[in-house]
């Protein structure tokens, strides 16, 4: 390691230098601790004894090599400090950790599992003129286990199939370095490069995304560079100063509670570029989703207190940097801010993302499914006014697990309505979700119409599809618009093109009709909604030229819950004109033959 590059804050590769590292004979320790008065070391190789590490000069970094330590033995830093208190830390690049409320960091031996997905990590991609519907997952409530949670390895060969199955692209997996609060969902975190004990081990989650990629399946990591748990053997006052956190009293913690990183220090700066480097090269990562982006662009999240320059230049050179060193993975920020270009290339300002949230998106939405009729006919320009701004960035439609708790209600309990209405409306809202541009996400419960809010201690309620037939048909539904997305480059390709989506309908208030087609592969579709309670016969829509429609999916169709015993009809447009019917609450794709 380059240790001008770290202290300057461009060292990616300080996890191979920092942490316990696996050597010949024993284990290399070595942590950086400017500000202590000493550091020992500590761990069941010693009985848990004093063994004073060598700082040697070199600017507050100790190291010490112990010839009996072993792989699986747990240890921690105790560090010395001036005023005369000592505090056991656990490791800040240490490779695994203890479950729970235990803090002790674990030896482990990265280098001992080997991949065997050369051929997807070449093929891979940013997925831009590709269908991209992203599963995120909670490791440990998608399904139950009997009374033990899933291994990272075992829950591989149980989600695998489901989500082949479901025409799901991609998972991410919400934030999985080690955390002590299961109600923090791991966005509060005390070991940075170390897989949650929960789920197993390092080659645990390694075997997990191995086996993802060689069926074909892309891995997103869900990565918190904002803040940090404030545990005491955690990153804070690690030293005895503030090396990790921001030591100003107004904006230290954050709206959780918890420390906010001081991205401007080169050390803190090298540790976050370091550890988001280590979950692409160590874990084969197709791609960090990156929590709570806003919070880097202002201070504290709130515009009124002012860009946060330095945080925003660490941003930056973060993502530029990741683009060299892994040009084909993903980059994503979750950011509720109308800030420009944040998927803009840095050379052209930008911030650098591959893709944004679109959480304008999103609330827009639901607000206007939470509405009755009559009330969002005041709400029509609502559903519009995505597409007004859609192409300033590249936006990643995205319905996850926080639309879903703290009695926000569900997605299908956010619905207008009667039990019936609810499904009826849920399934035109997704038939409305992928058709529109940009990416998707679902969390994971959306596809079976789940009733029960997420808890992070209980598993979704799969048990629903052997009790309740509406259910089960609205899987099918949603498996069956999947794959409609997947077959149909028209929904995925060029989508960030003006020239690839127009308006058909888009001024019958009244009617809370909308319609619009996307065009790109070689290939026309026409999607048509009526967000209405009301059906409508004959109800004319009018295209350029003469054309057969070819109906893909009518999401009012018997089997899947709805009204409409036949699919698959064909409509002719003559002279730019047709007729259909429109079931209330419901939408219809079509091909343009």
């Avoid at 949670?149 to 991410?172: D, F, N, Q, S």
């Avoid at 990741?322 to 270009?341: G, I, Q, R, Y």
């Amino acid at each position: 390691m380059n240790l001008q590059d770290f202290y300057n804050g461009n060292e990616w590769f300080a996890y191979r230098y920092f942490g316990a590292h696996v050597e010949n004979g024993g284990v290399r320790f070595t942590v950086y601790a400017p500000k202590a008065k000493k550091v020992t070391l500590i761990g069941e190789f010693n009985f848990w004894h004093d063994c004073v590490m060598s700082n040697s000069g070199r600017g507050g970094i100790y190291s010490i090599f112990v010839e009996n330590a072993k792989v699986g033995q747990m240890y921690k830093y105790r560090i010395y400090h001036h005023d005369g208190t000592v505090t056991d830390k656990a490791d800040p690049y240490g490779f695994g950790m203890e479950l729970r409320p235990c803090s002790a960091s674990i030896i482990r031996d990265m280098r001992a599992y080997q991949f065997t997905d050369c051929e997807w990590m070449q093929q891979r991609e940013k997925n831009y003129n590709k269908p991209m519907h992203i599963y995120e997952l909670h490791f440990g409530t998608w399904r139950a286990n009997g009374d033990k949670w899933y291994r990272y390895e075992e829950l591989a060969e149980e989600l695998i199939p489901y989500l082949k199955e479901m025409g799901y692209t991609h998972v991410e997996l919400m934030p999985l370095s080690e955390y002590p609060l299961d109600e923090s969902w791991g966005y509060q975190s005390t070991g940075f490069f170390a897989p949650t004990a929960r789920y197993g081990t390092c080659d645990g989650l390694k075997e997990f995304v191995n086996q993802c990629h060689r069926a074909g399946i892309g891995v997103l990591l869900d990565f918190v560079m904002v803040h940090f748990a404030v545990d005491d053997y955690g990153l804070g006052n690690f030293d005895g100063s503030a090396l990790y956190e921001l030591p100003f009293t107004d904006v230290e913690r954050s709206e959780w509670g918890s420390y906010q990183f001081a991205h401007g220090k080169g050390e803190v700066a090298s540790f976050l570029k370091s550890c988001a480097n280590y979950w692409l090269s160590e874990y084969h990562f197709d791609g960090l989703r990156m929590d709570a982006i806003s919070n880097m662009i202002y201070w504290q999240g709130q515009r009124e207190r002012g860009v946060n320059e330095e945080a925003l230049r660490f941003v930056q050179s973060l993502n530029e940097g990741l683009h060299n060193l892994h040009p084909l993975t993903m980059l994503v920020a979750e950011d509720s801010t109308s800030f420009l270009k944040v998927t803009a290339p840095v050379a052209y300002d930008g911030l650098g993302f591959d893709y944004k949230w679109d959480l304008g998106w999103m609330h827009d939405t639901l607000e206007f499914f939470c509405l009755s009729p009559e009330e969002r006919r005041n709400h029509y320009q609502d559903i519009l006014f995505s597409m007004h701004y859609f192409y300033n960035e590249l936006y990643l439609l995205a319905l996850s697990h926080d639309e879903v708790v703290h009695g926000k209600k569900t997605i299908l309990d956010k619905m207008y309505g009667s039990y019936e209405e609810k499904f009826a409306q849920c399934r035109a809202l997704f038939l409305y979700m992928l058709t529109h541009p940009g990416k998707k996400l679902n969390f994971m419960g959306n596809e079976i119409g789940q009733f029960r809010e997420w808890a992070e201690y209980r598993p979704q309620d799969f048990d629903v599809l052997e009790q309740f037939s509406m259910h089960t048909m609205f899987r099918r539904f949603f498996r069956d618009i999947n794959q409609v997305y997947l077959s149909h480059p028209a929904l995925h390709c060029e989508e960030y093109n003006k020239d690839c989506f127009n308006y058909v309908i888009a001024d019958k208030s009244q009617e809370l009709v909308y319609a619009y087609t996307r065009s790109a592969g070689g290939e026309q579709m026409l999607a048509v909604f009526n967000f209405s309670d009301r059906i409508y016969k004959d109800y004319e829509v009018r295209i350029s030229g003469n054309h057969m429609l070819k109906e893909l999916i009518n999401s009012a169709c018997k089997i899947y819950g709805g009204n409409v015993s036949t699919s698959g009809m064909e409509i002719p447009v003559r002279n730019g004109n047709c007729q259909m019917n429109l079931e209330p609450y419901s939408g219809r794709l079509f091909q343009i033959m």
